[in-house]
C-alpha cells in the first residue's frame, strides 16, 4: 500500500473510498491479500487455487477508473468463490474432486461469475471445500476435499470450519479476501459464515442463478454472500441476483428487476419489526442460549418486538428432505457431467473412480450418499414427488408461513450455531448437542441471513433471520441493525496451534 491504509477488515465502503483517494489501487489490493494468502493459509488451508490473472485484471479495472469508468461498488474488489463454481479461465472448477481435476474447463463462467466480472469484481481465486458439498459419505468430515485437503476454523485452528463453504468462510474471517461467495443446500453458507464468524446470506430459491454451479439439488441449492458486514452481504447480493433464461426458476421472481439490497441498510431497522423467537432451538446448550439471550436483550432495545413461537413441523421433514436430495443429485450432477464433456458423467464412474483411486480420495470417509444416489430412479418417481410435496407442505404451508401468519411476524430469530466441533479425521463430523437452525428455511428454499452474535469458549456464534420467500430486504434491514447495535465480530488472532 502506498500509505498507511490497511485492507484488513475493510469494507466494500472502505475499499472504494480509499481507491477513490488514490490511497490503493485494484492491483495493490489484490496484492495486499495474495501476501496475506502466502502467510496465512499454510495454516487454514481455505485456498484451493489461485487465479493467475488476477493481477493484470486489477491492472485492467484501475485503468478503466483512471479514465473515469466506475463499474459500480464492486470495481477493483478482491473476490474468492467456492470451487463449486465454474469459471472459464485458467482455473480448475472441481468440487473439490480428483475426478474433475482433469476434466475439460467449462465453456462458459457461470452467469454468477459473468456477473461479477461486468460489476468489476477480481476474481482471486477458488476456495476449498467440503468435496461435492459435502454429499459423498454419512461420516465426512466437513471442508475436507481429496483435492484441496482439510481447511480448519481460523478461530482456533484445531476446529472444524463447517462444510460445505468451508473455505469461503474462513478466507473472508481470516482477512484473505475482501468477500466471497459460497453456495448451500442445507446450511453450507450458515453454518461456515457462522462458525468463522462472519454474515452469510442464503437467499430465497430464484433469486440467484444456479447455472455453471456443481448441483446437489435444484430445489435447495443457492448462491450467496459471505463477508464480514451485512452491508457487504447486501452490496454483494445485488451485483449476482438476477434473470437468468439458463435457470428458469429466477424468471418466475415476483420481482424480475435487479433490487439494490444497499437501499435496505438502516441502523434503526430493528425499530417497530416484529421478530419469532424459535424457542425450538433453546435449552439444549447454555452457552448458546446465553449468547442469545443476550442478543434478543439488545434487540429489544433498538425496538422490536419479539414473540415466543414454536416451530411445529421441526423434525418431521428430515427423512423426506434426504430422499429429494439422494433423486435430484444424481438428476443434476449426472446433467452437468454430461454437458461439461468430464469423462466421468455418471455416479456410477464416479464411484468406481473413487475405489480406484481409494487411498488419495477415500483415506478418511467413504462414499454410501453416493451409492445411495446412484440407485435412485427419474424425476417422475412417485417416492419422489411424495417426498418433495412433503418437504414443501412442511416447510413452507404448515412451517414457516403458518407460524408468520398466525404471530403477524416480519421475520423468525434462531441461533447459527454452537461451537464448533474438533477436526477429527477418524470418526468424522461429531454433531451430537449442535444446535443449529438453518434446516426449516433452507428445505422451504427461503432465506436466511446469520451475523455473528458472540463468543463461546473463544469460538464465533451467529444468529440467524429467516423469513417467506423474498424477503430479503426485511431480513437485511434486520440484520444490519442487528450487527450495528450489537458489534459483536472479531477478527480471528491465527494465534492457535495446531493440535
Known amino acids: 500500500m502506498r500509505t498507511s ?3 484488513e477488515e475493510a469494507t466494500i465502503a472502505d475499499l ?5 483517494a488514490g490511497e490503493t489501487s485494484a492491483k495493490e489490493l489484490s496484492q495486499f491479500y495474495l501476501t496475506r494468502i502466502d502467510s496465512f493459509d499454510k495454516r487454514v488451508n481455505s485456498i484451493i487455487e489461485l487465479n493467475p490473472d488476477a493481477v493484470a485484471t486489477a491492472e485492467k479495472l484501475d485503468a478503466e477508473r483512471k479514465a473515469g469508468k466506475i463499474r459500480g461498488p464492486l470495481h477493483g474488489v478482491p473476490i474468492v468463490l467456492k470451487d463449486n463454481i465454474d469459471t472459464a479461465d485458467k482455473m480448475k472448477t472441481t468440487a473439490g474432486s480428483l475426478a474433475l481435476v482433469g476434466a475439460p474447463p467449462p465453456a462458459r463462467d457461470a452467469f454468477i461469475v459473468r456477473q461479477l466480472r461486468d460489476a468489476g469484481a477480481v476474481i482471486l481465486g477458488k476456495t476449498n471445500l467440503s468435496e461435492w458439498a459435502n454429499f459423498r459419505s454419512t461420516n465426512s468430515v466437513s471442508g475436507w476435499s481429496g483435492r484441496g485437503g482439510q481447511t480448519r476454523n481460523p478461530y482456533i485452528l484445531d476446529r472444524n470450519p463447517c462444510g460445505s463453504s468451508s473455505g469461503s468462510g474462513a478466507a473472508v474471517s481470516a482477512n484473505l479476501a475482501a468477500i466471497a461467495i459460497g453456495t448451500e443446500t442445507d446450511g453450507s453458507i450458515v453454518c461456515p459464515a457462522s462458525v468463522c464468524g462472519v454474515v452469510g446470506l442464503k ?3 430464484g433469486l440467484v442463478s444456479r ?3 456443481i448441483p446437489i439439488a435444484h430445489s435447495q441449492d443457492t448462491a450467496g454472500p459471505m463477508t464480514r458486514s451485512v452491508a457487504d452481504a447486501a452490496i454483494l447480493l445485488s451485483a449476482i441476483s438476477g434473470v437468468d433464461a439458463s435457470d428458469d426458476v429466477t424468471t418466475k421472481r415476483p420481482d424480475r428487476h435487479q433490487t439494490d439490497y444497499a437501499s435496505f441498510l438502516d441502523p434503526a431497522g430493528l425499530k417497530g419489526m416484529r421478530i419469532g423467537i424459535a424457542r425450538n432451538y433453546w435449552g439444549r446448550r447454555d452457552d448458546v442460549d446465553k449468547v442469545l439471550d443476550s442478543a434478543l436483550d439488545a434487540m429489544k432495545r433498538a425496538g422490536a418486538t419479539l414473540v415466543d413461537i414454536k416451530l411445529e413441523t421441526l423434525g418431521k421433514f428430515g427423512s423426506a428432505e434426504f430422499e429429494v436430495l439422494l433423486y435430484e443429485f444424481k438428476d443434476g450432477l449426472e446433467r452437468y457431467l454430461r454437458e461439461r464433456k468430464a469423462e466421468h458423467t455418471t455416479l456410477a464412474q464416479l464411484i ?6 481409494a487411498a488419495r480420495e477415500m483415506p478418511y470417509f467413504k462414499q454410501e450418499i453416493f451409492e ?7 424425476l417422475k418417481s412417485k417416492e419422489y414427488l411424495d417426498a418433495l410435496a412433503t418437504c414443501r407442505e412442511l416447510t413452507r404451508s404448515k412451517g414457516i408461513d403458518a407460524v408468520m401468519d ?5 421475520a423468525i430469530v434462531g441461533p447459527s450455531n454452537a461451537p464448533v466441533w474438533m477436526i477429527d479425521l477418524i470418526n468424522g463430523d461429531c454433531g451430537s448437542n449442535y444446535v443449529s437452525s438453518s434446516s426449516i428455511a433452507a428445505v422451504a428454499g427461503y432465506p436466511n441471513i446469520t451475523v455473528p452474535a458472540g463468543f463461546a469458549g473463544g469460538l464465533p456464534i451467529g444468529i440467524s433471520f429467516f423469513g417467506r420467500a423474498f424477503s430479503e430486504p426485511i431480513l437485511i434491514k434486520i440484520a444490519y441493525a442487528f450487527e450495528q447495535t450489537t458489534k459483536a465480530r472479531r477478527k480471528p ?5 495446531v493440535a
Open 372 to 378: 445411495q444416489a446412484a440407485k435412485k430412479g427419474d
Open 16 to 20: 472504494q473510498r480509499a481507491m477513490a
Open 5 to 7: 491504509f490497511n485492507a
Open 211 to 213: 447455472s455453471g454451479i
Open 406 to 410: 398466525a404471530n403477524k411476524l416480519d
Open 203 to 205: 437467499p430465497t430459491i
Open 493 to 497: 488472532g491465527l494465534l492457535a496451534t
Open 352 to 357: 468406481e473412480f473413487n475405489e480406484d483411486n
